[in-house]
Structure formats: structure tokens, C-alpha cells
């Protein structure tokens, strides 16, 4: 079975510039997750998609990042403009349970170094 | 926050060693998940255990949850080198991660 799948793996971009991540779940997973993991902490969830509908958005900072998750397979996550605190690895994960979000598959991540 | 917490933060034992870890929460659950995340890698899942669940195994993972005390514990029995890694947990409810246990195991 394919896991997760994220490109790029590194990003370097200048502040102000833009950015985009992709994502392709798991086949079938319903529920996509996509987190922000600062060095040092713990993943934090920017937002919960199910099929294509949102579920949780309330830690996106929607002024400069923006998701979507067309035909409720792949997604992408776009940052723009980039701030130096927006430096970071985001993680892509997916979930074959719609309701409850138990047990997690995710990606390998993106890094993201804001210059 | 609805976080997880675990503690310590930071633990260092010899292989062969058990390593224990907690994770305390603040609302109440309907199940709590432990993940691993070796360096620059993604999160993998390890073990689920339900709020009727009071122990649950998984080869050399040991997880129990009190749910009076709102706290669940992460045994890992004989470690080994490749133990390594940091260890989070979290709720259904609750899908922001804690800043995890950072554990090495030297050999």
C-alpha cells in the first residue's frame, strides 16, 4: 500500500514570496489533515478536510495560507506571502475514518525555510 | 488548549532498558493515540487504547489510561537503539500534539 505522498521534500523561498504544497493521500482515505511543525514542537493542525468539505480550519492563519482539497483526493496548501515564522516542515496526513480521527497516516513532510 | 502533554520532555536510557513516558490531557476522551516520529520523518501511528480500556499491548509497547486522572503512560520494554525518536500523544478530539518525549537510547 502507497503511504503518503508530499512534494516538495525542501523548500527555501525569500519573505513575501509564495509557496505551495501538495499532497496525495492514501487511495480511499476520506479525511486529510494538513499539520505545521515548528523545530522543537509539536505538529499543530492547520486543517481537517473531509472529502473536499472543510471540517476544521480554526488554526489556519487565513489572511496568507489557503487550502484546498479538489475532488476530495490530493490537495495542496498555499502560503502567500511567506513569513520568516512561517519556517517550518508541513506535514500531510491522511485517514481512512470519517467521524473520528483515529490513526493517522502521515507523509514525510515538507520543509519550508523562509530566508 | 486540548492538547496532549507529555513528559519529560527528555529521556536517555541504555538499550535493554525500559523507557516510560506520560501524556496528561484535559477533556474527556473517547480514545488516545500514541505516535513515534524518527528525526526529519513524518508521524507513525502506534497504538490506540479506548477510554473503556485500561492496558492495552502491542509486542514491547505497554499502554494503560486512567481516565479519572485525565493521563495515559508509554512503556517501551527493552529498548533498542532504534527506539530513538520522539513520541507524542493525542486524542480524537484533540489533534494538536504536545511537544513530545524526545527519547535516546544509546547502546
Known amino acids: 500500500e502507497a503511504g503518503v505522498a508530499q512534494s516538495p521534500r525542501y523548500k527555501i523561498i525569500e519573505k513575501r514570496q509564495s509557496v505551495a504544497f501538495w499532497c496525495n493521500p492514501i487511495?480511499?482515505?476520506?479525511?486529510l489533515y494538513w499539520y505545521q511543525q515548528i523545530l522543537g514542537q509539536g505538529p499543530k493542525l492547520l486543517i481537517q478536510?473531509?472529502?473536499?468539505?472543510?471540517?476544521?480550519d480554526s488554526q489556519l492563519p487565513k489572511d496568507r495560507f489557503s487550502a484546498e482539497r479538489l475532488k476530495g483526493v490530493d490537495s495542496t496548501l498555499k502560503i502567500q506571502p511567506a513569513k520568516l515564522e512561517d519556517s517550518a516542515v508541513y506535514l500531510c496526513?491522511?485517514?481512512?475514518?470519517?467521524?473520528?480521527?483515529?490513526?493517522?497516516?502521515f507523509g514525510s513532510g515538507t520543509q519550508l525555510s523562509v530566508l | 488548549s486540548q492538547q496532549g502533554e507529555e513528559d519529560p520532555q527528555a529521556l536517555s536510557i541504555q538499550e535493554g532498558e525500559n523507557a516510560t513516558m506520560n501524556c496528561s490531557y484535559k477533556?474527556?476522551?473517547?480514545?488516545l493515540q500514541w505516535y513515534r516520529q524518527n528525526s526529519g520523518r513524518g508521524l507513525v501511528h502506534l497504538i490506540l487504547?479506548?477510554?473503556?480500556?485500561r492496558e492495552k499491548h502491542s509486542g514491547r509497547l505497554r499502554v494503560t489510561l486512567d481516565t479519572s486522572k485525565k493521563s495515559s503512560s508509554l512503556l517501551i520494554t527493552a529498548s533498542r537503539a532504534a527506539d530513538t525518536a520522539s513520541y507524542f500523544c493525542a486524542s480524537e478530539y484533540a489533534l494538536n500534539f504536545g511537544k513530545g518525549t524526545s527519547l535516546l537510547v544509546t547502546p
Open positions: 496526513a491522511s485517514s481512512s475514518q470519517t467521524g473520528t480521527n483515529e490513526k493517522l497516516f
Open positions: 478536510f473531509q472529502n473536499n468539505g472543510v471540517v476544521d
Open positions: 487511495s480511499g482515505h476520506a479525511t
Open positions: 477533556t474527556s476522551i473517547n480514545n
Open positions: 487504547i479506548r477510554s473503556n480500556e
